[in-house]
């Protein structure tokens, strides 16, 4: 929203009166004086008219949680704890997830009440590499290295995956690298290799990696750096 249509909308002040409050230096956001009509503003925005709060800023959180195997990434579900369950923040009835594990995955998860920075990770155009550590049941064939990078096609969906970058660790370990999510993407690609996947971690998203001292189970909140690097601002 512009700060000129929320300030109009305050006691239907209407848009000329809006715009002279803003031009007389009457209006302050996040406590500095803007002139600018057009400045953007949203929910976590505290924007003043004088002496009056126009709109109170919202909380935003951003969260990373080491994911268990077992636990639901879901907000909320009747019959099996989800990751929701884990943060212990009285605002956590407003976190979303911004990249789902499977329950039988386990790592990186990241969590937020700020959808624009959710969307900036996790829509498919904005390519953010996903890095994960995966065991299959067979060792892994040195052709599926290629295969991985000329992509699978999926008829359910009708697309083609995008090229993936798997990195062979020995035997039956691998780093797989995807620029997308699709549904149980890393299993559905290992099987049309011939092989089953028996344990999945995923390791990053974009810039942000799992620390090794956040046991399974932890969270904690990013920092301003890494809310901004997650969200491609530096």
């Not at 697309?159 to 149980?184: D, F, K, S």
């Amino acid at each position: 929203m512009k700060l000129d249509r929320l300030i109009a909308g305050y006691e239907a002040m209407g848009r000329q009166a809006a715009h002279l409050a803003i031009a007389a230096r009457r209006v302050r956001v996040n406590g500095v004086y803007v002139t600018d009509g057009h400045h953007p503003v949203d929910r976590f925005t505290l924007v003043e008219l004088d002496d009056a709060v126009i709109q109170a800023s919202e909380r935003a959180l951003y969260l990373m949680l080491h994911k268990p195997v077992g636990i639901l990434s879901a907000t909320k579900d009747d019959q099996h704890p989800t990751v929701i369950d884990l943060i212990d923040d009285p605002d956590k009835h407003t976190l979303h997830i911004a990249g789902r594990l499977d329950r039988s995955t386990s790592g990186l998860v990241l969590l937020t009440n700020d959808g624009r920075w959710s969307k900036r990770l996790m829509t498919a155009e904005e390519k953010v590499p996903k890095v994960y550590l995966v065991e299959t049941l067979d060792p892994i064939a040195p052709d599926a290295v290629e295969a991985f990078a000329r992509g699978f096609y999926f008829h359910t969906e009708d697309i083609t995956t995008l090229p993936a970058e798997l990195v062979l660790l020995g035997g039956n370990q691998a780093r797989l690298t995807l620029h997308e999510g699709r549904y149980h993407q890393v299993k559905r690609m290992f099987h049309r290799v011939g092989n089953r996947v028996i344990n999945l971690h995923r390791e990053s998203i974009g810039a942000l990696s799992l620390p090794a001292d956040l046991p399974p189970g932890a969270w904690r909140a990013l920092t301003s750096q890494e809310v901004l690097t997650a969200a491609g601002d530096d």
